[in-house]
């Protein structure tokens, strides 16, 4: 049997899809990347675990891709399969003020979500336009917060479809950095948040908005910030002071706004991305002597597309 049919037998619950190839630019921010063999929206935790059962016995490659908020696929695409998770694996319950979320929960729907219920803790996520999996996975920050802090435990399925739930330190949370890929999926997390005024929380929820839309480009399309701030800089700054604002290669540019953001102006492929990602590099190496590092993730870019 081909690995295309079999997998398309697990997918059987209302809610769930699949469709081969599918264009990967039409699932992250960057719009970028070609086709992966086959792309998966999966609702349920029976399906997902089937799916790793598969993925082990199969040997074929699985990418989950949150929101591709965070993400550049290449222009050769990715074969194998990549997947969102959608449906109960994107809930939201809240008890008090423990809150349980799926991996697939988009972090602004979140942010606003606890704003309005008056539980303080996610409102610098209103402005991250990724899943809640994704900020588990990078511990995903901005304005001095980041997810992990609001973490009591992450759950999280292993290739045999087991699910095991980890404490906020067994999921060893860093800058930009966590434990947890190691894990063939991340599914969720219990977060605690603190009770407060839900107008207050709401306020500040907004002006942080507000702080990204004055400080960041938001029409373009982009991948939020490219690289990884060294300690005590920030790469944005450093990027700036290299004169680098507004360089171009092909149709991707470093914004005028913000230095940290690649913006995809005029049908950038992944090759131009990754070109102007070198020409950073050099140029701030050789203006200030600090390397930067990549904080996006990349998809499709092995030998072998995966
Ligand atoms: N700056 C410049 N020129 C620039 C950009 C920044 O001089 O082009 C200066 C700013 O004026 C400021 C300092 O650098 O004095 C820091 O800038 P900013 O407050 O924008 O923060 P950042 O360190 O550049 C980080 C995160 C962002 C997050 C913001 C806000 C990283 C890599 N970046 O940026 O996160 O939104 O703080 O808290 O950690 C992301 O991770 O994708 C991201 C966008």
Redesign the pocket.
């Known amino acids: 049997m081909d690995w295309k049919d079999a997998v398309s037998e697990i997918i059987t619950q209302p809610g769930s899809r699949i469709r081969f190839r599918e264009p990967l630019a039409k699932h992250t921010h960057f719009g970028i990347g070609g086709e992966a063999t086959a792309y998966i929206e999966i609702s349920t935790v029976s399906e997902l675990a089937a799916l790793a059962r598969f993925h082990k016995q199969w040997d074929v490659p699985v990418a989950i891709i949150g929101r591709g908020s965070?993400l550049l696929v290449s222009d050769t695409g990715f074969k194998g399969i990549s997947i969102r998770l959608v449906g109960a694996l994107a809930k939201l319950e809240v008890d008090g003020k423990v809150v349980s979320v799926g991996a697939g929960l988009s972090l602004p729907k979140l942010s606003k979500t606890m704003s309005r219920g008056g539980l303080s803790g996610v409102e610098f996520a209103f402005g991250i336009p990724g899943s809640v999996g994704g900020a588990l996975i990078m511990n995903?920050?901005?304005?001095?917060s980041n997810f992990g802090d609001v973490v009591r435990n992450v759950t999280v399925m292993n290739d045999t479809g087991e699910l095991i739930t980890l404490t906020h330190d067994e999921a060893r949370f860093e800058y930009?950095h966590s434990g947890l890929d190691a894990y063939f999926c991340v599914t969720g997390a219990t977060l605690e948040l603190e009770p407060g005024d839900a107008d207050a929380i709401t306020a500040q929820m907004q002006a942080f908005y507000k702080q990204?839309v004055e400080?960041?480009p938001f029409a373009e399309e982009n991948a939020?910030?490219m690289?990884?701030?060294p300690p005590g800089d920030?790469?944005?700054?450093l990027?700036?002071i290299s004169g680098l604002?507004g360089y171009r290669i092909g149709g991707a540019e470093v914004s005028t706004v913000?230095?940290?953001f690649i913006l995809n102006i005029d049908n950038a492929t992944a090759e131009d991305v990754l070109k102007l990602v070198a020409y950073i590099q050099a140029q701030v190496r050789e203006k200030t002597g600090v390397s930067l590092q990549t904080?996006v993730k990349r998809l499709g870019f092995d030998a072998k597309g995966e």
Do not use: V
């Not at 995903?140 to 001095?144: K, R, S, V």
């Open positions: 965070n995903a920050g901005a304005w001095g930009r990204k400080t960041q939020g910030c690289f990884k701030n920030s790469a944005g700054r990027i700036d604002k913000h230095g940290n904080e």
